[in-house]
């Protein structure tokens, strides 16, 4: 009952402004917060059917469509959101868990080295890399990036890896 009421606003409100992905994203917001994963995809399916070149949108449905374990759709979904915003990395590291979900490692490990060329001053994204390689057993590949990513840490005062600043983004990469 309490759900559905605050429902109602948000359904008005994505009736009233069809190309707005505002009222879907809060609608799967709320849903994933009562734990109905179902209708939290739906609602981000419908976010991008609103905008289908909203960039956070299409990041919102593909981490959605990875938890689901709809892998392959999400991929597509995470590329778009990827080649959308540029300059955001959360795509690329997106991209990259969804072809690790589907055993691509090497096509993941290039998507991930890809975006730490883009995005230098990420010092988690270079340490998400670098976790990426341990974990599959690429300890040397991985010991050359440490130095690098240390570096850049301790010069650029970006200490938030250590302290556990990581997002749940890149946690995933990391399973």
Not at 16 to 36: F, Q, T, Y
Not at 46 to 69: C, E, H, M, S, T
Not at 149 to 159: F, I, N
């Amino acid at each position: 009952m309490a759900e559905q009421a605050a429902l109602e606003p948000l359904l008005t409100a994505a009736q009233a402004e069809p190309h707005s992905v505002r009222p879907w994203n809060e609608m799967a917001e709320l849903h994933g917060d009562l734990e109905n994963a179902a209708a939290a995809l739906h609602a981000h399916e419908q976010a991008v059917r609103a905008a289908p070149d909203d960039a956070y949108a299409n990041l919102q449905l593909g981490w959605a469509l990875k938890i689901a374990g709809r892998h392959e759709e999400a991929l597509t979904a995470l590329r778009r959101a990827a080649r959308l915003e540029h300059r955001d990395e959360r795509g690329s590291v997106g991209e990259a868990s969804a072809l690790l979900a589907l055993g691509r490692d090497q096509e993941a490990l290039s998507v991930l080295r890809n975006a730490v060329e883009q995005h230098p001053k990420k010092t988690t994204l270079l340490r998400t890399l670098i976790n990426a390689l341990e974990v599959r057993g690429r300890f040397e590949e991985a010991l050359g990036l440490y130095a690098s990513w240390l570096e850049r840490t301790w010069s650029t005062g970006d200490r938030g890896y250590s302290v556990g600043r990581s997002g749940s983004d890149y946690a995933a990469l990391e399973r």
